[in-house]
């Protein structure tokens, strides 16, 4: 089945150390998003890529970068992860970026010790 | 300020009954609206679209309306089971067509 995939789903990291979360997906769409949603709020959008055109959201931290090396794949990296990072990153693909149905894959729930 | 407001507080409702959740919106003019449904540790899961020009749709058990005038989509499920005990989210076109999140309302259906 045509999916979202990331890895891993559960993420321990010390504050301060780099960690990196991936994505990938197999519906062969052309955008893919990195959310963050922490408990009982909304999934806020970090960035975007359109193919290989990177968009970042005005408030997201510098902290936070991401890579698209392929179609397939997005990385999500965190520098130096604080204990407000602790959160679940969803990530999302959609066809074109205009009106467009998003399909998120599990998410990958970050603890920061 | 642009906003989206579903209820915070969870709506639980009888086994069998119609459930519905309320999307409210200002300082939008969104194109179309979208409904997911969230389960616990998980991603969104797409449910259904409606464009601006349209008043409702439907899906199976799923009713959503949108109106522009009031700025508010409500969603309904109609004989509810507890299997669709889950978080619901409106998701809206704001403008730079990727969709805004609400926080969501949780659903609770007692059997």
């Known amino acids: 089945d045509a999916m979202v995939i990331q890895n891993p789903r559960y993420q321990v990291t010390q504050f301060g150390k780099p960690v990196t979360l991936s994505c990938s997906q197999t519906l062969n769409h052309n955008v893919m998003y990195w959310y963050q949603q922490k408990s009982s709020q909304a999934p806020k959008l970090l960035f975007h890529?359109?193919?290989?055109?990177?968009?970042n959201e005005a408030d997201t931290p510098d902290n936070f970068q991401s890579r698209r090396p392929n179609t397939s794949f997005c990385f999500l990296d965190i520098r130096s992860p604080g204990l407000g990072d602790a959160a679940m990153y969803l990530c999302?693909?959609?066809?074109?970026?205009?009106?467009?149905?998003?399909?998120f894959g599990p998410g990958t729930r970050l603890l920061v010790l | 300020s642009q906003k989206i407001e579903q209820n915070s507080e969870a709506l639980n409702i009888q086994e069998g009954k119609t459930a519905t959740l309320t999307c409210n919106y200002t300082?939008?003019?969104?194109?179309?609206l979208q409904w997911y449904r969230q389960d616990p540790g998980r991603g969104p899961v797409f449910l259904l679209l409606?464009?601006?020009?349209?008043k409702e749709k439907r899906k199976e058990r799923l009713k959503v309306t949108f109106d522009t005038t009031l700025k508010q989509s409500l969603f309904h499920i109609t004989a509810s089971q507890p299997a669709d005990s889950a978080t619901y989210l409106c998701a809206l076109e704001g403008g730079s067509y990727i969709p805004t999140f609400g926080r969501g309302t949780s659903l609770i259906v007692h059997p």
């Open positions: 890529y359109y193919d290989k055109d990177f968009n």
């Open positions: 300082n939008y003019s969104p194109a179309y």
């Open positions: 999302a693909t959609s066809k074109s970026s205009h009106k467009e149905t998003q399909y």
């Open positions: 409606i464009r601006e020009n349209e």
